[in-house]
């Protein structure tokens, strides 16, 4: 029995004198652990066994998406493109966040507040001047995307459209878009002798003699609702159709000139026509298919819509009231006033916010890579129009409606970025200006003088349009001061 104690004491005594004198491992695959086994009824001997340890599984990085393609179908899209990306790259988690498109300048501002900027913005290019302008738009991480995927394939104007004209950088990628027109009733233009609603006086025409004629209540219904964006959209084109601008050649605000009045009363006369208001581009959507309406501004969003019927608020679709409506509907992207002629269309970008993960630039080129754009575009192909050349084959195929419309008029679309025009735009404003354009869309300020013009009576197009020059004189001047 002391012998065996011996042997135990003398045990213990070498692991102590190993333990002291060994260093310990950087990052050990095995722990010793001690357990005790019973000898005898008096001794126990010390046991040493390897057990391994198991790492801690490090985190997810997480990429934040907001997107302003909010229904269902279009979230459940995306989703599904970023979960093949989550599939080849387990290490990343994607959140795909719908948002809405007329509080997305609000919801930017609070996140920024609350230093919880998403990774990524799907966002309207309107929007991009005043984010860079703001400093929360990475335009290293937006460059070096366009630089992977290849700035030749993208088409020129989309690139040009998102340049920041001070830093020479990209200040978003281009994503998509969508040309605004005229879709009209060219049956019934044709059968009252109408010619088609390109130029003001041919519109003011038709607005007089449409209502009453084939079923028709009204000519057309006017965007007036002062909390969507959708006036300033169609407003917009109005005023470059006679030449009326934000900025003229000196940089001096110009939104109380003597165009901009023109163009107020024009389009805001429109409204003796049109139906009772507010009103935006749902309401203006459902009038014309139900047959009410003969005059529709709106994209080529609506394309599939004109063979099947739009989804309404409350789910279902509507039952298009009028045969092979979509055959009978004529498309006037060029509206002609008094001191000039103008299109209007939409480029969608995604915005790479500043402090966003690296791994948010991969994301971006995922999404813009063969199928998966492919994939995203097919949502709603005739509203979604390629900004990358590789794509536009691919693109034709994505929907069956195609062949319920001309062949010219697809070609006026699928060609549509090498001559739409905005505000933003043009070639002598500075990056101040461009982001002092896109707060008055972002601040609606163009809906509200409408509405109080058109709907209210509480102004006159010249009293709209010097209250218009009193606001964007105020943001001007706080942006000039932001750089000072």
């Known amino acids: 029995m002391k012998r065996a104690l011996a042997l135990v004491l003398a045990v213990l005594a070498l692991v102590a004198v190993l333990a002291a004198c060994g260093g310990q491992p950087a990052a050990p695959e095995t722990v010793v652990v001690t357990k005790e086994v019973v000898v005898t009824q008096e001794v126990k001997v010390v046991e040493t066994v390897e057990v391994p340890v198991t790492q801690p599984a490090g985190e997810k990085t997480v990429v934040e998406f907001w997107t302003t393609d909010n229904e269902e179908e279009r979230i459940q899209r995306y989703e599904e493109v970023a979960a093949r990306y989550m599939a080849e790259h387990p290490d990343v988690e994607i959140r795909i966040v719908p948002i809405d498109e007329a509080t997305i300048s609000q919801r930017i501002a609070t996140a920024r507040a609350a230093n919880r900027l998403p990774d ?8 991009v001047a005043a984010f860079s302008k703001d400093g929360i738009l990475d335009e290293d991480a937006a460059t070096a995307v366009i630089k992977a995927i290849g700035e030749d394939d993208f088409r020129a104007g989309p690139l040009r459209m998102v340049t920041n004209p001070d830093t020479g950088k990209y200040a978003a990628v281009p994503f998509d878009g969508w040309i605004q027109a005229i879709w009209y009733r ?4 044709e059968k009252l002798g109408l010619n088609p609603p390109i130029t003001w006086d041919d519109i003011n025409a038709a607005c007089d003699a449409l209502p009453g004629q084939e ?37 001096n605000v110009t939104m109380n000139s003597e165009n901009m009045v023109e163009a107020l009363r024009f389009y805001t006369g429109l409204q003796r026509c049109a139906a009772p208001g507010p009103q935006y581009w749902r309401g203006a959507r459902e009038m014309y298919e139900l047959g009410q309406s003969g005059m529709l501004f709106y994209s080529t969003y609506i394309m599939d819509d004109l063979v099947e019927g739009s989804g309404t608020e409350g789910g279902g679709k509507i039952q298009i009231a009028v ?25 969608v970008t995604l915005g790479i916010m500043q402090g966003a993960d690296p791994v948010a630039q991969d994301v971006v080129k995922f999404f813009l890579t063969g199928e998966n754009y492919l994939d995203i575009l097919a949502l709603a192909p005739f509203g979604k129009v390629p900004v990358l050349k590789s794509a536009v084959d691919g693109w034709k195929g994505l929907s069956e409606y195609f062949q319920y419309y001309d062949p010219e008029t697809l070609d006026q679309i699928a060609n549509g970025f090498d001559y739409m025009q905005r505000w933003l735009f043009r070639p002598d404003y500075d990056a101040t200006q461009r982001a002092v354009i896109g707060d008055i869309e972002g601040r609606l300020l163009i809906p509200q003088a409408i509405s109080k013009v058109a709907l209210e009576g509480a102004m006159t197009p010249e009293q709209a349009a010097q209250w218009l020059q009193e606001r964007v004189l105020e943001i001007y001047q706080e942006r000039m001061n932001e750089g000072q």
Request: charged letters at 20%; proline letters at 8%.
């Open 323 to 347: 045969d092979d409506l979509a055959r009978k509907t004529g498309f006037a992207p060029v509206m002609q006033g008094p001191n000039g002629e103008a299109t209007y269309g939409q480029l």
């Open 215 to 251: 079923g028709l209540i009204y000519a057309l219904v006017l965007p007036t609702d002062p909390g969507q964006n959708y006036p300033h959209q169609v407003f917009e084109q109005v005023a470059m159709s006679n030449d009326a601008w934000p900025f003229d050649a000196e940089g």
């Open 186 to 189: 060219a049956d019934v233009f």
């Open 120 to 127: 990524i913005v799907r966002m309207g290019v309107e929007r």
